[in-house]
């Protein structure tokens, strides 16, 4: 799959690290369709760390510095808060880089955290 280049308002670069909780990751969002721009918003604002869109428009990456459970949940509210719904996947880029096709995370892991989150 080809991508166009990763944009970050931080000049985010992948962690490979030991583990895959130390590792940066992403959350896979398939078909964003028109929250597409939403989501490129947010990351040109600061709220996302780093986002990458397949050329063909099929998914969208959004970054996490690290794969720790409240990093990932923070990002995850973002983008519930900005319209992404359904079931999203979480890979490591340790496993990512090690080939390995295992998610350590789905968006259902997270379903009572956001919940609680207060309004």
């Keep these: 799959m080809r991508w166009f280049p990763t ?31 939403e989501i490129e918003d947010a990351a040109v604002e600061g709220r996302l760390l780093a986002i990458k869109k397949a050329r063909d428009h099929s998914v969208a990456l959004v970054y996490c510095r690290s794969s720790d459970e409240e990093t990932v949940a ?12 359904g079931e999203l996947r979480y890979k490591s880029d340790r496993a990512t880089d090690q080939r390995r096709d295992e998610y350590l995370y789905d968006s259902d892991d997270f379903g ?3 919940t609680l989150k207060p309004l």
């Design 112 to 114: 009572q955290v956001l």
């Design 7 to 37: 944009m970050s308002a931080t000049g985010f670069a992948s962690i490979i690290s030991d583990s895959d909780d130390a590792s940066s990751g992403k959350w896979i969002v398939p078909q964003p369709g028109p929250l597409w721009e």
């Design 74 to 85: 923070k990002t995850l509210t973002i983008l519930r808060e900005i319209g992404v719904e």
